[in-house]
């Protein structure tokens, strides 16, 4: 575990027993029979729910309890409105049910919602055709996103996922002292990078306005996208989990579909975009910020385990964080990805 961390006795989540799980769902109008799933969600707790009867056609649902703290009411309902949009120009989204005439609801001191349960697999990112079908509905999703900002939810930018996260690693030494220098090293040339790469300085923190900043998924990787055969009714991607949707360049919700050599890459992106551009223009001026994007990610991502430390599924799920060897691996990483972000941008 982090070195200066120790676990509390209590997190709010420790309330959310199975019987707060069912009688909230009772509190909406719906039954469970008892059979109840745990789903793997480590930001929120995610539950599969079986019902007594029929709703509206669905007989399972999963209801998500949103992580206390995390976003504002108006944070949520504004998540919520994006992908009921999205729902109603028909593109497959799993979205929030209305009931009782809201999507967001409150049991027990938790928000939660309610969305139909959605079966699938994988996507099969090495088959060209899935990615350009995955591509047609994410420029659907993009020419939707991009006719009104969004109000409440934040931007992706370099000085909430990179600069503060650097930052409150160090604030709060969570690294060990025998990588700390060089880590801190490495992050701010990185830091410097990107700054540069996004036509930005890290004072000001964001994106250049060359760069247009549309509504996203903002979390678009596979495990986010549920593939139902051709074989079968509703066949191809549905998206679920907004839970980070926010503002930012396009190309956010397609690097991380990319994957492997350069040269798989640049095909990944070329089928990407084959479909994307069917139904949304793509600035190819963007495919300079993959890289940059990806290094921020990996900054955020050691932030964030840091911060969710206190939630005991955190330690059991990630009992690696915080060594010295992790640490030492991030740096690695790092010291790769400013090697990455002086490479040519991928072509397609």
Not at 9 to 37: F, K
Not at 285 to 307: K, M, N
Request: charged residues 20%; glycine residues 8%; proline residues 7%.
């Amino acid at each position: 575990m982090p070195h200066n961390r120790r676990m509390p006795s209590l997190h709010p989540y420790d309330h959310l027993t199975p019987d707060v799980v069912l009688d909230a769902l009772a509190m909406v109008g719906l039954h469970g029979d008892g059979r109840l799933t745990a789903l793997s969600s480590y930001e929120n707790r995610v539950y599969q729910v079986a019902l007594e009867g029929a709703h509206a056609g669905v007989r399972e649902v999963v209801v998500k309890f949103y992580r206390p703290g995390r976003w504002s009411e108006a944070q949520i309902l504004e998540e919520h409105a994006f992908a009921r949009e999205l729902m109603e120009a028909e593109i497959p989204v799993i979205g929030p049910l209305v009931l009782d005439g809201r999507t967001l609801h409150q049991h027990a001191g938790f928000a939660f919602a309610v969305c139909p349960r959605r079966g699938g697999r994988a996507p099969e990112l090495e088959d060209m055709d899935v990615l350009e079908w995955i591509g047609r509905f994410l420029g659907r999703i993009h020419s939707v996103g991009a006719q009104s900002p969004f109000v409440h939810r934040p931007a992706l930018d370099v000085r909430s996922f990179g600069v503060e996260s650097r930052d409150w690693l160090l604030v709060h030494n969570m690294i060990p002292l025998d990588v700390q220098a060089a880590w801190q090293a490495q992050c701010d040339i990185a830091l410097e990078k990107i700054a540069a790469k996004c036509h930005s300085t890290l004072a000001s923190g964001g994106f250049s306005p060359e760069f247009a900043q549309i509504r996203l998924h903002g979390d678009c990787h596979p495990g986010n996208i549920l593939w139902t055969p051709a074989d079968r009714p509703g066949p191809g991607p549905h998206f679920v989990d907004m839970d980070d949707a926010r503002t930012g360049p396009a190309v956010q919700d397609l690097w991380m579909l990319l994957s492997g050599e350069r040269r798989q890459r640049t095909q990944q992106l070329s089928a990407l975009l084959d479909g994307y551009e069917q139904f949304h223009s793509f600035d190819r001026r963007e495919l300079a910020l993959i890289e940059p994007l990806r290094t921020l990610r990996l900054i955020h991502y050691s932030a964030w385990l840091a911060r969710r430390w206190a939630d005991p599924i955190f330690p059991i799920n990630f009992p690696w964080f915080g060594s010295s060897d992790y640490w030492q691996g991030q740096l690695h990483m790092l010291e790769e990805q400013i090697e990455a972000m002086e490479e040519d941008a991928l072509n397609a």
